[in-house]
């Protein structure tokens, strides 16, 4: 046998074990994603916490006032 023979050999070899490795690494993992893309236009937008005037807080605690001094509301009991 001369060298550029077994070169050839040894390089097609090397090109077997190259694409049955890529096969079990595709087997690992399928390429696709679920889900949104990262970075897409359609993502949800968060949303802070309403911001309640203070008017709007004044008349909410007038109103929990009002249900308590009518006994509505009563006390969460704890539980041990």
């Given amino acids: 046998m001369n ?16 694409s049955a490795i890529a096969a079990i690494a595709g087997l690992n993992s399928t390429g696709r994603r679920r889900g949104r893309p ?5 993502a949800p937008q968060k949303r802070g916490r309403r911001q309640l005037s203070a008017a709007a807080r004044r008349k909410l605690s007038r109103l929990l006032k009002q249900r308590w001094a009518q006994g509505k509301m009563k006390p969460k009991r704890k539980v041990a």
């Fill in 38 to 42: 990262p970075g897409s236009t359609n």
């Fill in 3 to 18: 060298v550029q023979q077994i070169v050839a050999e040894l390089k097609a070899e090397r090109a077997k074990l190259d």
